[in-house]
């Protein structure tokens, strides 16, 4: 039962909120989580987990060098009025701070990805890895009966019905069936789940972004933060220009301050159109993370500023994806992130309407979907095209590598399949002599491992995104054992970069300026620090952990310390 005066209010149950929530707790205070839907965890529990912090602490213990210096050098060139922005200065600055006060105080634990690069690697303070942190693997049952009401991760990204995956399970699993080695860690995986749902209703052993929901949820219930699940806030509570509470269907709750952590605006359609090309279209792959309310609007109608409005290509305020799309047996319509499963694996190549090549597959996920949009009329959707070998060992989206029948997805449409190249253009729409010539031309070049129109492979980070095992170029095999395959993918979002307009403390402001007092934003609610741009892996669950404890002290009168 909710009580009705707290020292802070926190809307929204992602990692930004239960940052927020958590560290406010911490500080001694009354803190409220309220969350709209029946669980926990938002669009973080079915993420990557990636968390981008520049210049960590953890860094030069694991043998990585990096510097504030070389961070800012990086972060100007890539991301647009970074140089001007007090935001990003209080993100690189304090960033580390934030996340040393989280493992001080709290149960999140966070460790390096020492080789995964910045997505533009040959940039001047770009680094191999490091500066990505990730959630260290997690046992659900030290959440107890709350397991139950955190968001479980989709289905198709686990195998069995419940087991997760971890980024270092995956090439284990690849070389199965010729490792004995890997063999017998699959068969111990394999195991540890089935002995594990014995007692819970999937594996309990959590990785990627569940296990970060799970940390900080597991951190606010140990903090004394008062949860309230299925909770919808109306508005806001405004006396004298001052935000002091909320309303709720069961009345009104104060506190000294409120924190806006709802996960942005991809779930409010007529918002997100004013940011977006219209090609883009209203696909969000975040679709699944049960938003069903937007702080952004209690925030505007309070007097908030948004984000200024563009739908040009080059300027759109997402975070973008590739996503191939389904029905799934309730109706409900599945989305599948190509971020890195298969794009830059050796033997796959994406073409537009005419059979063409239009792209690099191996470049990150936003610039892919980027390409996608400056080509709208001929590359949306795009075709990723592959053959028999390439589907048994990476699998296509939501086919999984080694899938002994794929009859299902054949026939709902989702994968094409056919005998011949020629057979294949003619079930994708697009011209039989032109995807002939492009699969041939492609495959010259690539039985040497050279892609000689898009040089796919040519930097580390599309090297990280290959197949290791396979030489000499890990992102480039010909296409050349029938059957083919193809599936469609189209621009969606993993999250708006888009949303309220906020000080490098985390306080919202209005149109001209002025600050609404006690009232604060994170996460994907607040415009983006990286301002649309997209330099590594983790840069929206880094600023969402880092403004999330900035925004509980400021609004509590603390100072950040460790």
């Known amino acids: 039962m909710i009580d009705h005066n707290y020292d802070l209010i926190v809307i929204g149950a992602g990692a930004a909120g239960l940052a927020a929530a958590s560290a406010g707790a911490t500080l001694g205070t009354r803190v409220l989580l309220v969350e709209s839907t029946s669980r926990v965890g938002g669009t973080t529990a079915i993420s990557g987990g990636m968390v981008w912090i520049p ?20 972060v100007e060139q890539t991301v647009p009025d970074a140089a001007h922005d007090a935001r990003m200065r209080a993100f690189l600055d304090l960033g580390d701070t934030a996340i040393r006060y989280l493992e001080a105080h709290t149960s999140l634990k966070l460790q390096p990805v020492k080789r995964y690069p910045d997505y533009y690697p040959d940039l001047p303070g770009a680094t191999a890895g490091g500066r990505v942190l990730e959630p260290v693997t997690f046992d659900a049952r030290e959440l107890g009966r709350d397991f139950a009401l955190l968001r479980d991760p989709l289905p198709e990204f686990m195998l069995f019905g419940g087991m997760m995956i971890s980024r270092e399970d995956i090439p284990k699993l690849r070389r199965m069936n010729r490792s004995p080695a890997a063999a017998w860690a699959a068969l111990k995986l394999v195991c540890r789940y089935a002995m594990q749902r014995v007692f819970a209703h999937r594996g309990t052993t959590l990785v990627l972004g569940n296990a970060l929901a799970a940390r900080l949820f597991k951190s606010a219930r140990d903090a004394g933060v008062e949860i309230s699940l299925g909770t919808r806030v109306e508005s806001l509570i405004v006396d004298e220009g001052r935000v002091t509470g909320i309303r709720t269907g069961s009345g009104e709750v104060r506190a000294r301050a409120v924190v806006l952590a709802t996960g942005g605006i991809s779930h409010d359609p007529a918002l997100r159109s004013k940011f977006v090309p219209k090609a883009a279209g209203e696909r969000s792959a975040t679709a699944n993370a049960g938003a069903s309310e ?7 109608n309070a007097g908030a500023a948004l984000s200024r409005p563009s739908s040009d290509v080059d300027d759109a305020l997402a975070f973008w994806v590739p996503v191939s799309s389904w029905k799934r047996a309730d109706g409900s319509i599945g989305y599948f992130p190509h971020t890195v499963t298969d794009r830059a694996k050796p033997g796959l190549i994406a073409v537009n309407r005419h059979g063409k090549r239009f792209v690099n597959e191996a470049v990150s996920y936003h610039e892919f979907v980027r390409a996608q949009l400056r080509q709208a009329d001929d590359a949306i959707p795009a075709w990723l095209i592959c053959d028999k070998r390439f589907l048994w060992k990476y699998g296509l989206g939501r086919v999984r590598p080694f899938a002994l029948c794929t009859q299902r997805d054949v026939a709902s449409g989702y994968l094409k399949r056919a005998k011949t190249l020629d057979a294949l253009a003619d079930s994708i729409g697009a011209p039989r002599e032109a995807l002939r010539a492009t699969v041939t031309r492609f495959n010259v070049g690539a039985r040497d491992g050279r892609d000689r129109e898009f040089n796919r492979g040519g930097d580390i980070y599309q090297r990280h995104l290959g197949d290791g095992d396979h030489g000499p170029n890990p992102c480039v095999a010909p296409i050349e054992q029938a059957p083919y395959y193809a599936i469609a993918v189209y621009p969606a979002d993993l999250g708006m970069a888009a949303g309220i307009v906020t000080d490098e403390h985390a306080r919202v402001l209005c149109d001209d300026g002025t600050v609404i007092d006690g009232l604060y934003a994170c996460g994907n609610d607040m415009h983006s620090v990286m301002n649309g741009a997209y330099p590594g892996p983790g840069v929206t669950l880094g600023p969402a952990l880092v403004f999330g404890v900035l925004a509980a002290h400021h609004a509590l009168g603390h100072k950040l310390d460790v």
Do not use: F, L, T, W
Not at 294 to 300: F, H
């Open 55 to 74: 210049a960590n602490h953890k860094m030069r213990p694991a043998g990585i060098d990096d510097s504030a210096e070389a961070s800012r050098r990086y």
């Open 294 to 300: 937007s702080g952004v609007r209690i925030a505007r």
